[in-house]
């Protein structure tokens, strides 16, 4: 006990220790961004002073160093926020040319860099970040993520590493570093720097041990683990790549890797964009540590499903019958049905009454009906089709006004008919009639009408039954929206549209239009972060799509993705053994759909270099009462440290309470605390005060993550609590990379030593 804490001090000081390293590194790079910002600010001084001479060619001088200098300042304040992200520590290169930027431009090693006994030293470490900084001897502290020299932070593979040893993801926001996290290009090596070994941090760490294990069966399968990732982050992106694997194969860090590889072979193909698309916000927050910043404004989005819709963000869970039916490709009949059937909500006018060549001209509810049904026979978003609806009330009253055999003449015709819409359209009555009666509907707005129980059991009449339509109407009555609504959300803005609207020219500044400088003076107007976010919400369709843990996505939330890659590139990750839709036929369906014709590359990562061998076997009894005949991926380690059994004591709260309690002592990193979902927010209750290395979530927030250790609270109650319930206890069970602990409670029939009847031979 006493050896295991003092093991998880000693990680947590090599962490802190590391995170040290890069803060100080990077307070001297903003030390010297701002003496930068400084020597921009004198020479825009210098070039005001200058102005004051008066001749002519001291103002065009003034005006050509403001230029210049405004430039260079906007760009340093614009970049000045969380802009290093990256580091690379490089062997000694073949070529001793030192770049543009002060690196060196070897890409091969030297010989001798590496010696025959396996060690080697690191003679250059680069940290790369959003633009280059040198120092005042013109020593890169930062090198441009654009830059030759950085090409190797992107393009480097264990298969491939050329000079890299270790590449770092330096986590941080504004000027302070929160986290580092490793790769090993080269983890059968023992590298040195400044004469200590390389640190490892993360799952680099675990990389490095596989790799220099004695067992030469072992650094085959570190071998292995590299060669099928590396075919995937290289594959040709012209298609869908598919990437299948079970747990812990590292599916979703190689899709990410995959996107900063594409994304530099090809800046320009991707201009468009990338779009990463994650089941949950907790793997989103996991997704930006492993993938940073590219760099360039608004490329790169990564999002949660339920945040792809701007201006709605989920909040809620819904359940599993409820989830079903939202999710179901049938919702779109209903939503098609609700759009139209919400222009009726706000009791609209039952007669138009208007007056054109002095006659007083009407159109009763009888006829009003029928132009509706005319006007929404279109294929028309229901908003764009007001047009037609106003021209389809034009002609009704201009039939009614008896003015069409008036004259036989056609020009003189069509004036006439022109001057008759030009008077009605021109009266507040048929404004605002027009208005009332075909009102400009919005998404949220519809889906609120669908609250009512009766209003939405008439729209979906023969396509939900009774209780669904119960459920449902109950479930968008609540305060906020789920994953779920989310996706109805995007449904209904393609079925109903958004008219054009103007854009509005912004205002300049009087002294701008009176000095000119205007055109020469640069405004920064929002900083680099604030510009990303803004040109990643404006963005609507992406270059590539990259969707994690896809098997989870319903056949709505396939549409709305689709929606964002009409003319993209895939990467599609998952694993068919982890999905928690009940459906899968159907997802498969609606995910086919969204891709297209495009062809199809299949890969599969077969090796679980995560969960130890003796949780993966607990794990693959559930597999195979799950999807019976599926193959488990590999475990290639064991840690001699059996999954524990207990039963629930005096009270569940307590015994979770207590067990977490237990691992945190056993582990120097997180405990997760997995129950079904409905108990989630009691859950937390039982672990309050514990500190912030434990957290409580529900089954379906486990997924793509990995804690230490994992308490699983009832295997039978999450079983249970869907159809898919074995494959999310599966889940649940896997995310483990040290230690596991079930607790039993008497709805798992437990055996003598505690082993609920889900999990015995």
């Keep these: 006990m006493a050896a295991q804490a003092q093991q998880g001090t000693t990680l947590d000081s090599l962490r802190d220790r590391e995170i040290s390293v890069e803060q100080e590194h990077l307070d001297r790079v903003y030390r010297r961004l701002e003496e930068k910002i400084h020597e921009a600010e004198f020479l825009m001084n210098d ?15 003034r005006d050509a160093q403001v230029f210049r200098a405004g430039i260079h300042l906007n760009r340093l304040n614009n970049e000045f ?53 040198l120092d005042q001897d013109y020593t890169p502290l930062v090198i441009d993520w654009r830059a030759p020299a950085a090409a190797p932070f992107y393009r480097s593979t264990p298969v491939d590493p050329g000079r890299v040893v270790r590449r ?69 992106a012209a298609s869908v790549t598919y990437v299948e694997g079970g747990p812990g194969t590292g599916k979703t860090a190689v899709a990410l890797h995959r996107a900063a590889y ?149 020009e003189l015709a069509a004036e006439l008919r022109s001057s008759f819409d030009e008077d009605i359209t021109g009266e507040d009555s048929f404004v605002s009639f027009l208005d009332a009666w075909w009102p400009e509907l919005t998404p ?9 129980e009766r209003r939405l059991g008439r729209w979906a009449r023969r396509i939900l039954n009774p209780g669904e339509v119960r459920k449902v109407a109950r479930s968008l009555r609540r305060e906020g929206r789920s994953v779920h609504d989310i996706a109805l959300l995007d449904e209904l803005q393609a079925i109903l549209g958004a008219p054009a609207r103007p854009r509005k020219r912004r205002d300049l500044d009087p002294l701008d239009q009176l000095t000119g400088l205007e055109e020469l003076m640069p405004v920064r107007e929002e900083s680099q972060r604030e510009r990303a976010e803004r040109l990643a919400q404006e963005r609507t369709e992406y270059a590539h799509v990259i969707v994690d843990e896809a098997q989870d996505l319903t056949p709505m939330q396939w549409r709305m993705v689709g929606r964002r890659g009409r003319h993209a590139t895939w990467t599609v990750v998952g694993d068919p053994a982890q999905s928690s839709w009940s459906d899968p036929d159907e997802a498969a369906e609606a995910r086919d759909e969204a891709l297209g014709t495009r062809p199809r590359r299949r890969f599969e990562l077969t090796v679980n ?46 015994t979770v309470r207590a067990e977490a309690a237990r691992l945190l002592e056993r582990v120097d990193g997180t405990v997760g605390v997995v129950v079904a979902m409905q108990r989630r927010e009691e859950a937390r209750r039982w672990l309050a005060g514990l500190g912030d290395r434990v957290v409580a979530l529900g089954s379906l927030e486990a997924k793509g993550l990995e804690y230490d ?47 609920p009847d889900l999990l015995r031979d």
């Design 444 to 452: 949220a707005a519809v889906l609120d009408a669908m609250a009512d």
């Design 81 to 133: 926020e969380d802009f290093l992200f990256g580091r690379i520590d490089l062997l000694l290169g073949k070529d001793g040319k030192k770049g543009p930027d002060g690196a060196y431009t070897a890409v091969e090693p030297a010989e001798g860099a590496v010696r025959e006994d396996g060690t080697a030293d690191i003679a250059e470490t680069l940290h790369i970040g959003r633009i280059g900084v």
């Design 168 to 236: 770092r993801v330096i986590r941080s926001k504004g000027r302070k570093v929160l986290g580092v996290e490793d790769d090993l290009m080269r983890p059968e090596l023992k590298a040195h720097l400044d004469g200590h070994e390389l640190p490892v941090i993360g799952d680099g760490a675990l990389m490095a041990a596989l790799g220099q294990a004695r067992s030469h069966t072992m650094r085959d399968i570190v071998a292995s683990i590299q060669a099928e990732q590396d075919l995937v982050i290289r594959a040709p």
């Design 709 to 755: 250790a994992t308490v699983v609270v009832s295997p039978a109650e999450i079983a249970d609590e869907s159809p898919a319930g074995l494959r999310v206890l599966y889940v649940a069970l896997t995310r483990a990379t040290q230690q596991l602990t079930v607790v039993s409670a008497e709805r798992d029939e437990p055996d003598g030593a505690g082993i």
């Design 262 to 410: 594409l994304l530099y072979q090809d800046r320009r193909r991707y201009a468009g964009g990338i779009l990463i698309v994650s089941p949950t916000p907790l793997l989103v927050a996991y997704t930006e540590g492993v993938l940073p910043s590219l760099g360039e404004e608004g490329q790169v989005a990564i999002r949660a499903i339920g945040s792809l819709v701007d201006g709605a963000e989920a909040t809620l869970y819904d359940s599993p019958a409820v989830a079903r039916a939202k999710g179901s490709s049938r919702m779109l009949k209903v939503l098609r049905k609700a759009a139209r059937g919400a222009l009726e909500l706000n009791d609209p006018p039952a007669r138009l009454r208007v007056v054109a060549f002095g006659r007083r001209l009407e159109l009763e509810a009888g006829e009003l009906a029928g132009v509706r049904r005319a006007a929404l026979g279109g294929t028309a978003p229901v908003n764009l089709l007001r047009p037609r609806a106003r021209k389809l009330l034009l002609d009704a009253l201009w039939e009614r006004s008896g003015a069409a055999g008036r004259h036989t003449d056609p």
């Design 609 to 654: 270099y995560r969960n130890p061998a003796e949780i993966a076997e607990l794990a693959s009894k559930v597999l195979a009462l799950a999807m019976p005949g599926s193959a488990s991926p590999k475990a290639v380690r064991s840690t001699g440290v059996e999954p524990r059994f207990t039963v629930v004591g005096d009270t569940l709260a307590e």
């Design 47 to 61: 070039a005001a002073q200058r102005g004051q001479v008066g001749t002519p060619g001291a103002l065009a001088e």
